[in-house]
């Protein structure tokens, strides 16, 4: 394993506003003016302005300056539009300003740059630039400001950038500090991305982000502070940590999975499941079907081994209990969990003999040195034991909760922000964890942290998921295998591995919506993408 996937620099590591501030400090401290990289800063998002495609759309600038250096930024980009010969306006609400930006002002004064003495028209035909607060904003707005920027976004929607964090927006978490955060078809993100900004909650006010570099020296960036989120884009899945097979490795030699999916209910599971698990080359592939499918499985995925046929619970999910001897012979992983279905129906107790040969299995799980991926209702299962369990598995585990079965899991945990909630979860229990979402987190219990920078919002569908487990457990059983790690309490999978699987699937999914619109991006259009593994398509993030 490399030592780092993808490196610790100013292109991946997202921080929080402490750390970015601290970093400042660290510069100021060795000897560069607050002048300078105020201008550095600044002078880099004007060019991006310049540069903006479908700039003559817009009636000139209208600069929101706040009282920090947020707003002697946004001066200083005022201060060159109109250098330039461009029509610039500036709106500043507050009377008490620090002095780098004060000065700024004087000088946009002394240029004579108009100065609004009264809030802008919300319907303003200008380009409107946010630079209120930037990371500086702990507390909402002032009512003025919130109602203005709603005002905006429905009156000229599109018409508004923000210089680093759009007003309103906790750089940290991404989560509103009042009301309403200003809505930017663009954010330039100085120097490095603030961690807030790629949350699920902030992509709606965010837009595209867009990264200013201020060539940070690199000795900053090596040792942020606490455990370093890295965020990973398509340009990463080239340098992904696969372990690649022998040349002269048969299949059982290119990773053994075994599939347990689908059931009464949730027949199409299964498909997706394997579809996936195919997706990914892995070797051999066995599964363990519910008996409503078991006849027809085999004309969609010939080449799987099908085990004998299970049952349904009283809840109609698949019964574990039915399991043969010896199922878990053989392998290098196990998925478990995509359609599996409930053990019992809410309110109605279960069967003491179901409920003790349930146990059964999960014990054998328990001391199974292989690889186990625990996916949607074996994450449910597992919660109505407890996730304690986990701390008890002598093999590797991933688990790829949503929102839902995390909380399930780990409910004083799920309150935190999701990088924090992803790791404190993998520490506890030992497990790499995938959280998912619009911008899916994953954690490993030594403190790495990853979180995809893009991802096809169109994938959010049922089914998704199911390909995803399959995918990812089908690289982990190939990676083990190519490792060739040993079995027993020292094997692992590393965690890397999980991250760079739902890499690929991320952008699997750009690739369906590209060729095939939003509306192609189905589960088994997205299986195929990921066999065909091709490059995805660039995610519009500018570096």
């Not at 630039?129 to 929607?157: C, K, M, N, S, Y």
């Not at 409503?292 to 004309?299: G, S």
């Not at 404190?424 to 994953?442: I, N, P, T």
Request: aromatic share 4%.
């Amino acid at each position: 394993m490399p030592a780092s996937w993808p490196p610790l620099d100013a292109d991946h590591v997202l921080v929080s506003s402490e750390t970015m501030a601290a970093i400042e400090q660290q510069l100021f401290a060795s000897g560069l003016p607050v002048e300078a990289l105020m201008e550095k800063a600044a002078l880099a998002v004007s060019r991006r302005l310049q540069q903006r495609p479908g700039r003559d759309r817009h009636d000139g600038l209208l600069v929101l300056v706040g009282p920090g250096h947020n707003g002697g930024d946004g001066l200083v980009v005022a201060r060159e539009w109109h250098l330039a010969g461009g029509r610039v306006r500036i709106w500043c609400p507050f009377e008490r300003l620090r002095p780098l930006t004060d000065a700024h002002l004087r000088h946009a004064r002394w240029l004579g740059l108009p100065l609004l003495e009264d809030p802008p028209d919300p319907a303003d035909s200008a380009l409107w630039v946010d630079a209120l607060f930037g990371i500086g904003q702990h507390r909402p707005a002032d009512d003025t400001i919130e109602t203005l920027l709603r005002d905006r976004q429905r009156l000229r929607p599109g018409a508004l950038v923000a210089i680093d964090v759009p007003t309103g927006l906790d750089a940290d978490d991404g989560a509103l500090l009042g009301t309403v955060a200003a809505t930017a078809s663009t954010t330039y993100c100085i120097g490095l991305i603030k961690q807030g900004l790629v949350q699920d909650g902030a992509l709606r006010w965010v837009g595209q982000l867009e990264r200013v570099c201020l060539g940070l020296p690199s000795a900053l960036l090596g040792q942020p502070s606490g455990d370093p989120l890295l965020g990973l884009s398509a340009a990463d899945r080239t340098t992904a940590p696969w372990p690649e097979p022998d040349p002269a490795a048969g299949k059982y030699e290119r990773g053994r999975l075994l599939v347990l999916a689908g059931s009464r209910r949730f027949r199409g599971a299964a498909h997706l499941a394997l579809a996936g698990a195919t997706a990914s080359g892995c070797g051999s592939l066995r599964a363990v079907p519910p008996r409503e499918i078991a006849t027809q499985l085999w004309q969609v995925h010939p080449h799987v081994v099908l085990e004998s046929a299970l049952g349904a619970t009283p809840a109609g999910g698949l019964a574990l209990a039915d399991l043969d001897e010896g199922w878990l012979d053989r392998l290098d992983a196990v998925l478990l969990g995509p359609g599996l279905g409930g053990l019992g129906n809410p309110g109605v107790p279960v069967a003491a003999a179901i409920e003790a040969r349930e146990r059964q299995r999960w014990q054998e799980l328990a001391a199974f040195t292989g690889l186990l991926m625990l996916d949607a209702d074996g994450l449910n299962r597992l919660a109505a034991m407890g996730a304690d369990w986990l701390q008890g598995r002598r093999g590797p585990t991933w688990i790829t909760p949503h929102e839902g079965e995390f909380r399930r899991l780990f409910p004083d945990l799920a309150p935190r922000p999701r990088p924090e909630a992803a790791l404190a979860a993998a520490r506890r229990c030992g497990a790499s964890v995938l959280l998912k979402g619009a911008r899916s987190v994953v954690a490993a219990p030594d403190g790495r942290r990853w979180q995809l920078l893009s991802a096809c919002p169109d994938a959010a569908r049922a089914g998704l998921g199911d390909v995803l487990a399959g995918y990812a457990a089908g690289r982990g059983a190939m990676a083990l295998a190519a490792a060739a790690l040993p079995s027993g309490p020292a094997a692992s999978a590393d965690t890397a591995w999980l991250a760079a699987a739902a890499l690929d699937h991320a952008h699997a999914g750009l690739h369906c919506r590209d060729h095939k619109g939003a509306g192609g991006v189905t589960p088994l259009a997205v299986a195929e993408a990921l066999a065909q593994r091709e490059p995805a398509a660039a995610d519009g993030d500018r570096r």
